[in-house]
């Protein structure tokens, strides 16, 4: 049983628009939330979080939204670029921001010049 | 700075051998150790975390075990490969409250 789901396996944006990822949870135990970005042979690495006391978090072009009543997770790339394009994964924790994770089966972000 | 060593990328292993996965944290002292795996369509799962030497906790019961004989050290190992231990395995680190750290992976086929 996943608690976490990535329900688009992938996502293909043009360059300049919008990238919106979306990922939800089914444990409202959660209490930290974060996004990883993963190239190829190459393993994840942190992107963006927040915590579920907020309900929204910015970082330059990446900005992730927590809607807690709904139990859904989103990461929002404005613009996106060429080089966005790779694999997302969402994960939740239920002890605050430590490595325990549970992740999302990710989604592909293609972004076309 | 800190990194994370991680071997081999790729591994092709016949079912019933055994396998031993080896990463290596250069840079810290005292880090959180973590073992992940993709398997095929599903999110990284949590296989075996470590908060210090010869301290092991397993996450999920399975055919693996781990092991961390020094600091910056995190062994996977399993006596009888069975043909569901495919998957990407990923190492990761984490100095202790805060993100985690991953290693490059390893690809493992079990046939």
């Known amino acids: 049983d996943q608690q976490v789901k990535q329900n688009s396996p992938s996502l293909s944006v043009q360059e300049g628009r919008i990238s919106i990822l979306n990922c939800d949870y089914t444990?409202?135990?959660?209490?930290?939330f974060l996004w990883y970005k993963k190239y190829p042979a190459e393993g994840p690495t942190f992107l963006i979080s927040?915590?579920?006391?907020?309900d929204k978090n910015e970082d330059g072009r990446f900005t992730v939204f927590l809607n807690k009543s709904a139990k859904h997770l989103s990461l929002h790339i404005v613009p996106s670029q060429p080089g966005d394009s790779a694999v997302y994964f969402c994960a939740a924790s239920l002890e605050g921001n430590t490595g325990k994770l549970i992740f999302g089966q990710g989604t592909t972000l293609q972004v076309k010049p | 700075s800190q990194t994370i060593h991680q071997w081999p990328a790729t591994l092709v292993q016949p079912v019933g051998s055994p396998l031993s996965l080896e990463c290596t944290v250069e840079?810290?002292?005292?880090?959180?150790l973590y073992w992940y795996r993709q398997a095929a369509g599903r999110g990284l799962q949590l296989l075996f975390y470590?908060?210090?030497?010869?301290?092991i906790s397993s996450e999920v019961p399975q055919n693996l075990s781990a092991s961390r004989p020094q600091d910056r050290q995190f062994i996977l190992s399993s006596k009888k490969l069975l043909l569901s231990d495919s998957g990407f395995y990923l190492c990761?680190?984490?100095?202790?409250?805060?993100?985690?750290?991953f290693g490059s992976g390893t690809q493992l086929s079990v046939l």
């Open positions: 444990n409202s135990m959660f209490d930290y």
């Open positions: 990761a680190w984490t100095p202790g409250v805060e993100k985690l750290f």
């Open positions: 927040i915590s579920s006391i907020k």
């Open positions: 470590s908060v210090g030497i010869g301290q």
């Open positions: 840079g810290t002292s005292n880090p959180n």
